[in-house]
């Protein structure tokens, strides 16, 4: 690769992150650091009417939480902004006065009432949503139809008007993407897209065209959803700058969900979160559940999302993101669309918890735990609880569940699970087991297996039916990790008196 790799992330801050949005930026990242390059974020701010308060914020929130931060952007600084389109508003107009000058694009001064009619006037069986197009554009209200005087005059009354492509009657327009090979489209096909809008805005075509290549992007990699605009891109591009350091391009399969595309309504119907973190619409009050406030670690998020359209063609399914950047290429990224599986997304965070060294969890299940009403005044106990439980749990939720009983004495026992098959030689098992535990010198798990055997075998009651007792006066409940390191972690103290208060109450 000669050219420096310059690739971009550039989405448009109108609500939270899909997973298929963060699965974009980490291509994008691994793509960049594999080749030494550069990634940068930039904010397609140009349609002011779908802009949303706190969406900007909540991506680089985001790609904070998931360690995928940008070389450059509006937050990290750069050589090549404003990193924000809305900043570069006076920048777009002379390309798109170019494109006209050079006959590739046209006033148009139609009004939103003419507009309302072509569609109307036009619509056909065959065509039940005519396109401004160019079956169409001679008919309308514009710089083709009028004459160059009356088109100047208009412009000079400040008439509002807007900038359109002229897409090309009869052309194929063809690209090779690096996932799909040669893409071909015909530009019949294809409407006369606005460029630039009547408040002097660009739309996202113009922009995205421009500033990638003022920004020097090398590589423009993004989702499958905008592969039917990538012909008016080309064209731009040819128009524009004859196709020089054009971007090599890809588009990234479809994430599906149990019913086609996975959309947010799916996340709610079936209880899966679908935003990297949680996210509060200011529009409609509405809370979609996030990744990460549902209790996953961001490399299990990340793995599970590499995961989702690539794979290094081995059976190896966790990756760090060393071995991601290593591994990573484009070339083994699937065309077609990837499903996501929930429970497969789960598996991912259990075997990253189960990896994660205790410093790494700590905080946050001390935060957890102190949200639930659990205090941890000994963190050296919390590691050791921490060390002991993770493999049990597969979100981070469920540390509360296996290990608040180690810092909080249960507040119920789940008696009706003694009940039935409690008796007086199993009380008097533990009335005789306590005795023992107060004179133990030795306070480990082995020893505390050892003679809790011991003394069943001389009491002749079978050790597994003493067993789910002795976790209910030590837990409350029918969970957590195996007793005897549960008594252990306790301490002596502590076991004893569960013990006994346990007796009163079965
Ligand atoms: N602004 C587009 C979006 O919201 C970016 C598409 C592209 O990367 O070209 O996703």
Known sequence: MSKKVRVRFAPSPTGGLHLGGVRTVLYNYLFA??????????????????????????????????????????????????????????????YAEQLVKDGYAYYAF??????????????????????????????????????????????????????????????????????????????????????????????YHLAVVVDDHLMEISHAFRGEEWLPSAPVHILLWKYLFGLENMPQWAHFPLILGPNGKLSKRDGAKYGFPVFAMNWNDPKTG??????????????????LLALLGWNDGGEQEIFSMEELIEKFSMERVHSAGAKFDYEKAKWFNHEWIKKSGVGSLESGVKTLLSQNGVTVSDDVLLEKVIELVKDRCTLLPDFVQHSSFFFKV???????????KWNEDKKNFFVVYTEKLQTATEWNAIEL????????????????ELQLPFRIMLVGGKFGPPVFNIAELLGKEETVIRIKNALLAF
Not at 124 to 149: A, C, E, F, V
Not at 286 to 303: D, H, M, Q, R
Not at 449 to 464: D, Q, R
């Open 286 to 303: 509405e809370l979609t559940e996030g990744f990460k406030e549902k209790g996953f670690l961001p490399e299990a998020f990340l793995n």
């Open 33 to 94: 650091k594999k080749h030494g390059g550069d990634f940068l974020v930039r904010i397609e701010d140009t349609d002011q009417s779908r802009y949303v308060a706190g969406a900007e914020e909540y991506i680089f929130d985001t790609l904070k939480w998931c360690g995928l931060e940008p070389d450059e952007s509006v937050q990290h600084g750069g050589n090549y902004g404003p990193y924000r389109q809305s900043e570069r508003k006076e920048s777009y107009r002379q």
């Open 410 to 420: 249960p507040e119920t026992l789940d008696v009706d699970a003694v009940k039935p």
């Open 449 to 464: 297996e050892n003679s809790f055997k011991e003394l069943a075998t001389e009491k002749n009651i079978k050790p597994g």
């Open 110 to 203: 139609d009004t939103p009432e003419d507009l309302e009619k072509m569609r109307h006037d036009f619509k056909t069986d065959n065509n039940p949503s005519p396109q401004y197009d160019h079956t169409i554009r001679m008919k309308m209200r514009n710089s083709l139809t009028l004459s160059s005087d009356e088109t100047q005059k208009l412009l000079a009354a400040g008439t509002r008007h807007v900038i359109r492509i002229k897409m090309p009657e009869n052309e194929t327009v063809s690209f090779t993407d690096m996932i799909r090979g040669e893409v071909k489209f015909e530009t019949s096909l294809v409407d006369d897209k606005v460029l630039l809008k009547a408040d002097g805005m660009p739309t």
